[in-house]
């Protein structure tokens, strides 16, 4: 015996660490006593263990670290004696989880025990194999535990139907073993073995729908005689709760008939009966009495239709809502959510109860409320709930105000009846809690207003109104901004005024002065102060007046340190100073919004139903197929440089940036509309972050129309081989010279397509003036989906590429693989090839597209080119 | 089901874990810092529940102690709030009118008396008696079992003491 590793008794280190006066104090009595008791375990040390192993339970519970106490348990449960075993399998279920190795060691031990002759042991054994075992221990176990449930002695037994439940849980397929010794316990009369057993049905029946047949079938008419018993049953001092005997059996015996009789008429006739003297019969002053009757009515609303018992019900939970105990009306607006789904009526008729709950002090019957009123709301009485919930608003605390928020814009969205009560609510909203407001709330706004064009006087001028008496509404001034750059000129001149508003007078440098506070705002952010920059930028050419004054906020932010604001800030000021002609056609006002598009982007994040009616859904006739993605994409792709864009992850960015939507793919290649030069170049101008202005605002449209020729034409000229051009590109009439270029470079691959034999030609795919992007395609045997593709890039200038990066984005049916290229470096007039692979879910069906993006520097310089690729032989 | 039990004192100090469902060491402090920190905070005459993680917490005090259990959303709150009685009502049998002292002490006993209550998160046992004679029994045979080994290292042990 070492006398040090005996350390202090139990009782000596608790009252140790509950002496320490700090904490530092407390973890070095921990420290000495955790070094003690591994002195020990090295020395297999056996008379302390059981002490040693309570000692390290409760240094566990403090939160210190104990995994070096785990192989103690193991050799405590495998000594003889009860006492250490009943330590080894406490700090067993204490010290270790269930996805922990040294678990699996115990095994063998557990069986021993199972098998053992005292009984306490056995139930030992039951209890830890219950609570932490792994789904091999169930496995391993399972025929022990079966056995054991016709044990003599009903505390085994019950502890055997428990442990089953843990063992069918891990092992489903199990289940089918424990159904028949499941039913033959339900017969029991011992309180302890009935309530296990009633237990391990419900579970059976959720894992197995042959157990749920079985027990509907065979057990349905026992358990509703057994509820009659209890409910009819004397008083018993054992099982008595306020005055109900064993409410638990009672609970549980209702939540298996509730999974027995959803679903089966005959099987909910049996329990009517019952159901309906338990929901008028049991007492409800008190906590357990509820406690039943909260369970009757789930079962109630959950098994087949019977008029008379949901009303029953429904009168109970009207009851349970006025109560004055705030745990009884959480469980009603609780359970009033699930009968919203069987009795939508019956609950609208306890509004006015629920609304009040929203304003609770209690914050889990506030947020349960709110769901709850969130269900209610429907086209009728949306403008009323609204109101009160916008009303609350103002008053809610911090907290409660994000999930407030979102509540009152998903509805509003959801249900607004016209345009202009939709624009009003979320104007409140913004004012009121502008920055608990999504970025996808606020950009929908924005695509509503710009879809109604009647209301863009109104909206514009509320706007403005609001940003002058609230400037921290972070969202709230974007909006605004936003709207006074592109309606500034409505705003100035009254146009569309509506009979309810109040007449106002604005002044164009009022205008400029609202956007100008946004920018200096110290408390604006990158975005904002971005939206700022570009709705100067459109005032300027709708107030010549104010155009000096403009620029020089705009040059303001040429010291920015931020360099997205510092480019737009001298690009802008270029653009005024040189390049006046092009202004009015490059700040015209935006296209208007795709609504569907944008919708469709948002997917599934917020239902969106605000009518989109009025506004015939245009696209924008750009080569950059991105019209829907216009609106938010490009105003943020201002700021996706630095930070990534909003509600986008890594890989959308790279589709945002470049653009590929899939639904626009389809879109009709011939231009519907005259192109909008100006547009076009501003759009562009937004989108591509990194391209040097004087090429952004040139030489971009020439890549553009080149992409849109692309676009237009390419379509028509799959197969062909020898058509002449111009006939091909006869319907569309601006197409200029790169297309014969393109159309050059695909003269030779005829041949190189009968000599590989394969049957898909190759292809230019990209052609600029400095560089050409050819193709060439193969395919796996047997793998039809698969195509492997051989891009070889050619220099076509006598200066060398450095850094040369090419990216590809396809939509989302198909799946791309990009292999290293063979250098990042072009010589000049050489050629480097890179391999990928993409993989068509939609074979046969959709032939592939690619929107390409090519990056390198030349003489130092960085060049961007992009395009799209949508003449793919048909059948890849 | 029961995912877990954790008994708190109004300090913040833990005084009982259980754990039904798998959660590593790392969750489990997770878990019991974060929850304390919503419960403890909770005024006197707010409901009982707690939505946390989309599981609920049902929780009740007792004196400094705050009992606490977590279910599923669709469990019967109600009725685990009887269940936490159920456990106070067997320890105070137990200990005699208990008090955050002895479960302090004799914390290995509080959870005897629990695993006679639960196994694998569900309710074992209705009745009281039937409990407390069952930890009783296990006492007493622990005693004898201790008697019997009278050996020459049980009385070190108590001469080390």
Redesign the interface.
């Known amino acids: 015996?070492n006398?040090f590793s005996?350390g202090t008794?139990l009782?000596d280190m608790?009252r140790a660490i509950?002496s320490c006066k700090t904490a530092a104090e407390e973890r070095a009595v921990v420290r000495k006593e955790c070094a003690a008791i591994r002195a020990a375990i090295s020395e297999n040390d056996q008379?302390?263990r059981h002490r040693n192993l309570?000692k390290l339970?409760?240094i566990h519970?403090?939160?210190y670290?104990t995994h070096f106490g785990q192989m103690e348990c193991l050799k405590l449960i495998a000594s003889s004696?009860?006492?250490e075993k009943?330590?080894g399998y406490?700090a067993l279920?204490?010290l270790l989880?269930?996805?922990q190795e040294v678990l699996m060691l115990v095994t063998n031990s557990l069986k021993q025990d199972l098998n053992h002759s005292n009984q306490?042991i056995i139930?030992l054994a039951?209890?830890a194999l219950?609570?932490i075992c792994s789904a091999e221990m169930a496995r391993d176990l399972a025929p022990e535990v079966e056995r054991l449930l016709q044990f003599r002695d009903p505390?085994i037994r019950?502890?055997a139907a428990?442990?089953s439940?843990?063992i069918i849980?891990k092992v489903p397929d199990l289940a089918e073993n424990f159904i028949n010794p499941a039913a033959s316990l339900l017969r029991e009369k011992h309180?302890?073995v009935l309530?296990?057993a009633v237990?391990l049905c419900t579970d059976l029946c959720k894992v197995s729908s042959e157990a749920l047949e079985y027990f509907r079938e065979k057990c349905t008419e026992g358990l509703v005689k057994t509820l009659k018993d209890m409910a009819n049953s004397s008083y018993s001092p054992?099982?008595d709760?306020a005055g109900i005997t064993?409410?638990?059996?009672h609970?549980?015996l209702l939540?298996l008939l509730r999974i027995l009789g959803q679903g089966d008429p005959d099987a909910s006739d049996c329990m009517n009966d019952i159901l309906a003297q338990v929901a008028t019969k049991i007492e409800s002053n008190k906590?357990?009495g509820?406690?039943i009757l909260?369970?009757c009515v789930?079962t109630i609303m959950s098994i087949e239709d019977n008029g008379g018992l949901r009303v029953l019900a429904i009168n109970i939970l009207g009851r349970f809502l006025s109560n004055r105990d705030?745990?009884?009306?959480?469980?009603a607006l609780?359970m009033l959510m699930k009968a919203m789904t069987v009795d939508a009526q019956a609950v609208q008729r306890h509004r006015a109860t629920i609304l009040e709950c929203v304003k609770d002090?209690?914050?889990?019957?506030r947020?349960?409320a709110l769901d709850l009123v969130y269900l209610l709301v429907n086209e009728s009485n949306v403008k009323p709930l609204t109101k009160e919930l916008i009303g609350y608003l103002e008053a809610s605390d911090q907290e409660f105000k994000g999930v407030l928020t979102d509540k009152i814009c998903s509805l509003v969205e959801k249900f607004s009846p016209e345009k202009i009560w939709y624009i009003d609510q979320m104007l409140k909203v913004l004012s009121e809690a502008g920055s608990f407001v999504k970025d996808e709330v606020w950009h929908a706004l924005i695509v509503v207003i710009s879809n109604a064009s009647d209301l863009h006087g109104y909206s514009v001028r509320a706007l403005y109104r609001a940003s002058q008496t609230t400037t921290e509404q972070e969202s709230l001034v974007r909006v605004a901004v936003w709207c006074i750059g592109e309606y500034g000129d409505i705003l100035v001149n009254n146009v569309g005024m509506l009979d309810i508003e109040e007449p106002i007078t604005v002044t164009e440098s009022d205008a400029v002065d609202a956007v100008e506070v946004a920018i200096k705002r110290h408390t604006s952010d990158l975005t904002t102060k971005a939206m700022a920059l570009i709705a100067l930028l459109k005032l300027s050419s709708r107030f010549p007046s104010c155009s000096a004054r403009i620029k020089d906020i705009i040059l303001q932010n040429k010291q920015s340190f931020v360099l997205e604001l510092q480019q737009r800030s001298i690009e802008f000021n270029c653009i005024l100073q040189k390049h006046q002609n092009v202004r009015a056609a490059l700040v015209e006002r935006m296209p208007v919004l795709d609504e569907a598009t944008f919708s469709g982007r948002r997917a599934g994040s917020l239902p969106t139903s605000v009518s989109t009616s009025t506004g015939t859904a245009h696209n924008i006739p750009n080569g950059i197929a991105k019209p829907a993605a216009a609106p938010v994409a490009d105003l943020l792709d201002l700021s996706s440089d630095d930070a990534p864009a909003p509600s986008s992850s890594g890989g959308d960015f790279l589709q945002d940036l470049l653009g590929v939507d899939l639904s626009t793919a389809s879109a009709p290649p011939s231009a519907s509309q005259p192109p909008k030069g100006g547009t076009d170049v501003l759009l562009d101008l937004l989108s591509i972050g990194t391209s040097p202005p004087a090429q952004s605002s040139s030489s971009a449209s020439d890549i553009l129309s080149s992409i849109q020729d692309n676009t237009a034409s390419l379509a028509n000229l799959n197969g062909l081989t020898s058509l002449s051009p111009l006939s091909a590109n006869g319907n569309s009439p601006a197409s200029p010279a790169p297309v014969m270029d393109l159309l050059d470079g695909f003269g030779p691959s005829p041949q190189k397509n009968e000599e590989n034999g394969p049957a898909y030609p190759s292809l230019v795919a990209y052609e600029s003036s400095s560089l050409r992007m050819s193709f060439n395609f193969s395919k796996q045997p047997g793998n039809p989906q698969t195509t492997l593709i051989q891009a070889t890039f050619t220099n076509l200038s006598p200066n060398v590429y450095n850094d040369f990066l090419f990216q590809a984005a396809v939509p989302k049916f198909l799946q791309l693989h990009l292999d290293p290229a063979s250098s990042n470096t072009l010589p000049a007039n050489g050629s480097i090839s890179q391999s990928m692979k993409v993989t068509n879910s939609q074979h046969g069906k959709k032939s592939l597209v690619m929107r390409i993006r090519i990056a390198y520097k030349m003489n130092g310089k960085e060049v961007l080119e992009e395009g799209q690729v949508n003449n793919f032989p048909r059948d890849l | 089901m029961i995912h877990f039990v954790l008994l708190i004192s109004r300090q913040g100090k833990?005084?009982?874990?259980?754990?039904?469902s798998?959660?590593?060491?790392k969750e489990r402090?997770k878990v019991?810092r974060e929850l304390s920190g919503v419960i403890l905070t909770r005024?006197p005459?707010?409901?009982?529940?707690?939505?946390w993680r989309g599981l609920k917490v049902v929780y009740k005090r007792y004196a400094s102690l705050y009992f606490c259990m977590c279910i599923d959303p669709d469990g019967?709150?109600?009725?685990i709030?009887?269940?936490i009685h159920?456990y106070v009502e067997v320890l105070d049998r137990y200990f005699g009118s208990v008090c955050e002292l002895d479960l302090?002490?004799n914390?290995?006993k509080a959870?005897?008396i629990l695993?006679e209550i639960l196994?694998?998160g569900?309710?074992?046992?209705?009745?009281?008696?039937?409990i407390v004679r069952?930890v009783a029994?296990?006492d007493s045979?622990?005693e004898t079992?201790?008697e019997q080994?009278g050996s020459i290292?049980t009385i070190?042990?108590q001469a080390?003491?």
């Open positions: 015996m006398p005996s008794r009782r608790i509950r008379d302390y309570a339970m409760f519970m403090l939160g670290p004696g009860f006492p009943r330590i406490l279920m204490l989880d269930e996805r306490y139930g039951l209890c219950g609570n505390n019950k502890k428990l442990c439940i843990r849980k309180h302890g309530i296990t237990q054992e099982y709760v064993d409410p638990f059996l609970i549980r939540k906590n357990a509820n406690a909260y369970e789930g705030n745990n009884i009306r959480y469980v609780n002090s209690d914050a889990s019957i947020k349960k | 833990v005084r009982l874990t259980k754990w039904y798998t959660y590593s060491q402090t019991i005024g005459k707010l409901c009982n529940f707690v939505e019967n709150e109600l009725e709030l009887e269940i159920h302090i002490y914390f290995h959870y005897y695993d196994i694998s569900e309710l074992q046992e209705p009745g009281k008696r039937t069952a029994a296990q045979l622990v079992v201790k080994t290292s070190i042990a080390s003491k």
